[in-house]
């Protein structure tokens, strides 16, 4: 019988099935990173004056800011003098309908199972489609529009609704956050925009994919989902990237504004490239992701499943600033290999009786490390506010590490904060029973891992729980002997 | 089916089975009796493969082919069942996605087409009914907070649903109060016909007087002291077993 120190290895050598390139002329930024950068971005994108200046600030924020000591690993080097800020597939002219996209790209996206033809898309998912900086297609907008619902790059937004994206750009997530929200601010270079009006429930799930494909680039994309009262819309993003030996660096921000009584829901299934065996070359994936509930009974909630990314750095939040909203958060992040993950959430109760549950699943396999941060930050103002908090760990071998640190801070005598944790290993009485009904190792892995996952599994979208659940067992597959 | 000869295994190192000879044909029920320690579930354990056993002498044949040879799943495969003793419990994994994953391994590994999911239900009415299982377990998490008699039932509504050639039950009345016994056996002896054969592992002639078997073997300190028929059963029960334990020590003296 094999041991598992063989499997390990096979799985290690496993191709991530994304990892090619495409071949597509790129018109990008000369490398390194100061004014003229900015500059340069912006006019590529053609903005208004004001929406330079906020890039600019966030520049001087960022120019002022160091990285930050506090994680559970050791920080990369980073020199963002090397990269190149832009890169774009260059474009014969304006296009006007889908039909124009360039073949190359169609095919690349077919290939990453996301079909930009309308006729072809999962039904009732809208798509738009950003590779290396700018976004290539979005589809059902006109269907959208009918309803009011605004669903498109940001560039475009910047341009055709600049009244509501400068009422909210930053609010959220302010240009200097933190040095990577505030290198974003400078540089960021499209995203998605969405916009649902008073009283409009989203028929169709919103959906983002993000491609890097350029060598030598980051990808810095900013999205910015508004849901007005009582509005309701689900969105999901996904991403891939080719495998590359140097490191590419992923320095996005999300901002989320819900209004009152208005949902949203933001799934995301990330698969960055994760790097080879050894640890060489992968996504750093360094991101900022907010959302605040500003009107009362209004609720965010962010369920991520993080398989890819050599490093995975982000803590999805959610201020409660009305009165009875709620925030979730549910995870599921997968390390094998030399991958890092340090992940998990802060949510602030500030209005009366704000509800949070979160909830996180964290598998490590191989050498991996594998670290939930979650803050609960209850306010003065808080009366009986409830967080639940359930963080697990699973292992896989005896050379990982999991580990697990919440912060709790409460300034109200009724709020209740709960706080469970366990950590297991899969057992090998659990393989051997399933082996002994005919079902081989690797399927008995991704069978209990799955069922491990499932409470995370089940919130998202059908569609993206069966993809979900295939990237998991095929992330997994071979971790056990 | 199944012929073992001359087996013996260790555990870390300590000879536990010592020359297991056996021959089990289509159609029969086996009992293995015994006292605790004499390598009952021991024996349970090499023939289906667990890891940490290792075979030191001795072969096994399953329908000709060499099931030393085999990975667990292949044996499984090959038609060998082992109801558990400690079955295990896997979260969130739902009794029937479990089933119909082993169920769909199996008939792949025998190059049949994956069941359909209305064909599936159907065996699944069909087989729940059989064993008399309760049918809001076969929605919940594989074991999970089922009581032991609850764990002991789905063994036998998984051995009904897989339809091995020889399954082994391993101690599967331990646990159970007369009742679900009753029913236990009841689903067994359903499941009994001329093609498969059974080897059931008990500690007490109480079981045997539901699932009646046509041999009744006495294992003590790894080796098969003595084989009869049900009345050996009732004698045990009787007797209990220091006059076996006697007479295995005299003919060793002699």
């Known amino acids: 019988m094999r041991n598992s120190n063989e499997i390990i290895d096979d799985i290690a050598n496993r191709e991530y099935?994304?990892?090619?390139?495409?071949?597509?002329?790129?018109?990008?930024?000369?490398?390194?990173?100061?004014?003229?950068?900015?500059?340069?971005?912006?006019?590529?994108?053609?903005?208004?004056?004001?929406?330079?200046?906020?890039?600019?600030?966030?520049?001087?924020?960022?120019?002022?800011?160091?990285?930050p000591k506090w994680q559970h690993f050791e920080m990369p080097e980073l020199d963002l003098q090397k990269l190149?800020?832009?890169?774009?597939?260059?474009?014969?002219?304006?296009?006007?309908?889908?039909?124009?996209?360039?073949?190359?790209?169609?095919?690349?996206?077919?290939?990453?199972?996301?079909?930009?033809?309308?006729?072809k898309t999962l039904a009732g998912v809208a798509v738009d489609v950003v590779f290396d900086s700018v976004s290539v297609a979005t589809t059902y907008r006109e269907k959208l529009k009918e309803l009011g619902i605004i669903f498109c790059s940001f560039g475009e937004a910047v341009r055709t609704y600049p009244e509501?994206?400068?009422?909210?750009?930053?609010?959220?997530?302010?240009?200097?956050?933190?040095?990577?929200?505030?290198?974003?601010a400078a540089v960021f270079s499209d995203g998605s925009f969405v916009y649902i009006p008073k009283g409009v429930r989203c028929p169709m799930e919103l959906s983002t994919y993000f491609r890097i494909n350029a060598e030598n680039t980051g990808q810095f994309e900013r999205t910015l989902i508004i849901?007005?009262?009582?509005?309701?819309?689900?969105?999901?993003?996904?991403?891939?990237?080719?495998?590359?030996?140097?490191n590419q660096l992923h320095a996005a921000v999300v901002e989320i504004v819900a209004l009152d009584h208005a949902e949203v829901k933001y799934s995301t299934v990330q698969n960055w490239y994760p790097g080879d065996k050894d640890g060489k070359g992968g996504i750093y994936n360094f991101v900022t992701k907010r959302g605040i509930c500003k009107g009362n009974s209004s609720k965010i909630s962010w369920t991520q499943v993080e398989t890819g990314s050599a490093i995975t750095w982000k803590y999805p939040s959610v201020i409660l600033q009305g009165d009875d909203a709620e925030g979730?958060?549910?995870?599921?992040?997968?390390?094998?290999?030399?991958?890092?993950?340090?992940?998990?959430?802060?949510?602030?109760?500030?209005?009366?009786n704000t509800r949070s549950r979160i909830i996180s699943k964290g598998i490590s396999a191989g050498h991996s490390d594998n670290t939930y941060r979650g803050l609960v930050q209850v306010g003065p103002r808080a009366a009986n506010a409830r967080n639940f908090t359930q963080c697990d760990s699973l292992l896989i071998g005896d050379r990982c590490g999991a580990h697990t640190f919440p912060y709790i801070e409460s300034r109200n005598s009724t709020a209740t904060v709960e706080h469970e944790a366990t950590t297991s290993k899969i057992g090998e009485d659990q393989i051997f029973y399933l082996n002994q009904r005919g079902i081989e190792t690797e399927k008995a892995v991704a069978l209990i891992v799955n069922g491990y996952a499932q409470e995370v599994l089940n919130q998202l979208p059908m569609e993206f729980a069966v993809e979900a659940r295939k990237l998991l067992s095929i992330t997994l597959e071979g971790s056990v002997g | 089916?199944?012929?073992?000869?001359?087996?013996?295994?260790?555990?870390?190192?300590?000879?536990?089975?010592?020359?297991?000879?056996?021959?089990?044909?289509?159609?029969e029920m086996h009992a293995i009796m015994g006292p605790n320690g004499s390598g009952k579930s021991s024996l349970s354990s090499v023939l289906a493969g667990r890891e940490n056993y290792t075979v030191t002498q001795g072969e096994v044949l399953f329908d000709g082919k060499d099931l030393l040879e085999?990975?667990?799943?292949?044996?499984?495969?090959e038609g060998l069942f082992l109801a558990f003793q400690y079955p295990v419990e896997i979260p969130?994994?739902?009794?029937?996605?479990?089933?119909?994953?082993?169920?769909?391994?199996?008939?792949?590994?025998?190059?049949?087409?994956?069941?359909?999911?209305?064909?599936?239900?159907k065996l699944t009415k069909e087989k729940q009914q059989l064993v008399d299982f309760n049918a809001n377990l076969m929605n919940r998490s594989l074991n999970e907070g089922f009581s032991g008699g609850e764990k002991k039932r789905n063994e036998v509504f998984q051995l009904a649903m897989l339809d091995p050639k020889l399954a082994i039950l391993d101690e599967t009345d331990s646990g159970l109060d007369i009742d679900a016994l009753r029913i236990v056996a009841s689903g067994v002896n359903k499941l009994r016909s001329a093609d498969k054969a059974f080897v059931v592992i008990t500690h007490y002639q109480r079981l045997l007087e539901y699932i009646v078997p046509d041999f009744v073997h006495v294992l003590y300190n790894g080796q098969i002291v003595k084989t009869g028929t049900k009345e050996l059963a009732l004698e045990l029960e009787e007797k209990g077993y220091d006059w076996l334990k006697e007479e295995v020590h005299q003919k060793e003296s002699v």
Not at chain 1, 85 to 102: F, G, I, R, W
Not at chain 1, 234 to 239: A, D, I, K, R, V
Not at chain 2, 6 to 27: C, M, P, S, T, Y
């Open chain 2, 1 to 27: 089916m199944l012929t073992i000869k001359n087996l013996h295994a260790e555990v870390d190192g300590k000879q536990i089975l010592k020359g297991i000879n056996l021959e089990i044909k289509r159609g």
């Open chain 2, 70 to 77: 085999m990975s667990p799943e292949d044996r499984a495969r």
């Open chain 1, 328 to 352: 979730e958060f549910y995870s599921v992040a997968v390390t094998r290999n030399k991958q890092i993950a340090d992940t998990g959430t802060k949510i602030y109760h500030l209005g009366r």
């Open chain 1, 164 to 184: 509501l994206v400068q009422k909210y750009l930053g609010t959220v997530v302010p240009h200097s956050d933190n040095i990577f929200a505030a290198l974003n």
């Open chain 1, 227 to 246: 849901a007005d009262d009582n509005a309701y819309v689900s969105y999901l993003e996904g991403c891939t990237a080719p495998m590359r030996d140097e």
């Open chain 1, 84 to 119: 190149s800020y832009y890169a774009a597939p260059k474009q014969k002219k304006k296009l006007n309908s889908l039909d124009e996209v360039d073949p190359e790209l169609l095919a690349t996206f077919e290939k990453l199972g996301i079909p930009i033809n309308e006729q």
């Open chain 1, 17 to 67: 099935e994304f990892g090619f390139t495409t071949n597509i002329e790129t018109e990008m930024a000369p490398v390194g990173l100061n004014e003229e950068t900015i500059r340069f971005i912006s006019a590529k994108k053609e903005e208004p004056e004001w929406m330079l200046q906020w890039r600019l600030k966030g520049f001087q924020a960022f120019k002022k800011m160091q990285f």
């Open chain 2, 92 to 121: 969130g994994v739902s009794n029937l996605h479990f089933l119909k994953t082993a169920l769909n391994e199996i008939r792949t590994y025998h190059n049949l087409p994956a069941l359909e999911s209305k064909e599936f239900l």
